[in-house]
């Protein structure tokens, strides 16, 4: 099978590529390798894949899947059986200074992919949404039946505009997808904008690190194999065309699913994992909630474990050392 993966050099698409290169799946990668953050790091993580099991079954486009033309001229030779559609630009606050890179690759890259999978013929198109489509959402934990008519940032915006324009394509075309919301995901080659990353770098170089909201967050914080082992599963169960209602209440051959640890845990606790795991204390800054942020999430997962026998199995407890072992042999530090 030929996977088709956007976004390869980035934290999530890098581990998703290597297990499927594991499993035998012949992989192409995209990516624009935007500057968002160090591109060093993205050119790091493809060198890593190059480097590993089933590298001779990885083929890597250097391209921005929102540019229609520059896509389609990149895979003109290319047979893709399936996608994983995981680029993006992405970030909470960047989208509050740069919105029109978000309209560019959230919005028309999506639509292009959606073009791509309806053209090819693809069987099946996984693609990543967002915790954040939740916004000022009060229920906890979040379920995927919950309404999420009111995002409060641009970058949530689009990942909802993302699944409804996925809705009309299976709805007319027929065409079978499952998007994915995804909840606060760490681990090894994980993002420099993420919390663990940033609090972790900052502990280590002897700098405060900021807290927001006084403190008062929670986040189900979600490691990587875990959310791997769940976009494996869902790429390789595509929802029926069978008319019948799937999660997240549609009767077309679309299904959503919350994809997380089950756990909402305090900022603090985090904070403190992470101080045991690199042997030293935080000094911590205290300030006010940031504009788009929400105080706590919280993945409601029946879903996806009902239909797909989706179950996380790594707390926070186990991944956070995991990841600062990582992180030190990575910087040196």
């Known amino acids: 099978m030929t ?34 953050y160090a591109v060093r790091l993205k050119h790091n993580r493809l060198a890593s894949l190059r480097d590993g ?17 520059a896509l ?12 994983v559609h995981l680029g993006a630009q992405a970030g909470v606050r960047y989208s509050l200074e740069n919105p029109r890179a978000y309209v560019q690759s959230n919005l028309a890259g999506h639509v292009n992919m959606l073009e791509l999978a309806r053209e090819r013929g693809v069987a099946h198109l996984v693609y990543a949404s967002s915790s954040s489509v939740y916004g000022t959402n009060k229920s906890l934990p ?11 940032s641009l970058y949530a915006a689009t990942k909802r505009a993302d699944e409804l324009m ?15 919301r995804f909840f606060t995901v760490y681990g090894p080659w994980g993002r420099p904008d993420m919390a663990v990353w940033l609090f972790t770098d900052a502990i280590l170089n002897d700098r405060p690190i900021t807290v927001f909201n006084e403190g008062r967050m929670q986040r189900d914080f979600t490691y990587i194999d875990d959310i791997v082992r769940g976009i494996v ?17 549609s009767h077309s ?17 985090l904070i ?27 993945a409601d997962i029946e879903a996806i474990r009902s239909d797909l026998g989706f179950e996380p199995s790594t707390p926070i407890s186990v991944g956070i050392p995991i990841w600062a072992k990582w992180y030190r042999d990575y910087t040196g530090l």
């Open 272 to 298: 403190a994992t992470i101080e045991g795991a690199l042997g030293r204390k935080a000094v911590r800054e205290y300030k006010p909630m940031q504009p788009g942020d929400v105080p706590a999430t919280y």
């Open 72 to 83: 389609a001229q990149a895979l003109a030779g290319d047979d893709v059986d399936r996608i």
């Open 233 to 249: 599963a869902a790429l390789d169960n595509p929802p029926p065309d069978d008319r019948a209602p799937k999660a997240g209440g």
């Open 3 to 36: 996977v088709l993966v956007t976004g390869a050099a980035g934290f999530i698409g890098m581990h998703v590529c290597r297990a499927l290169l594991a499993r035998g799946d012949r992989v192409i990668g995209i990516d624009n390798l935007n500057d968002y």
């Open 142 to 152: 979040f379920r995927v039946e919950d309404r999420v008519d009111w995002p409060i």
């Open 253 to 269: 051959p679309h299904r959503l699913y919350n994809i997380g640890n089950h756990r909402s845990e305090p900022l603090e606790e």
């Open 53 to 69: 099991a089933g590298s001779d079954r990885f083929a890597f486009h250097h391209v921005d899947f929102a540019d229609d033309a």
């Open 166 to 180: 996925s809705e009309t394509y299976s709805h007319l075309f027929r065409i079978p997808q499952t998007g994915l």
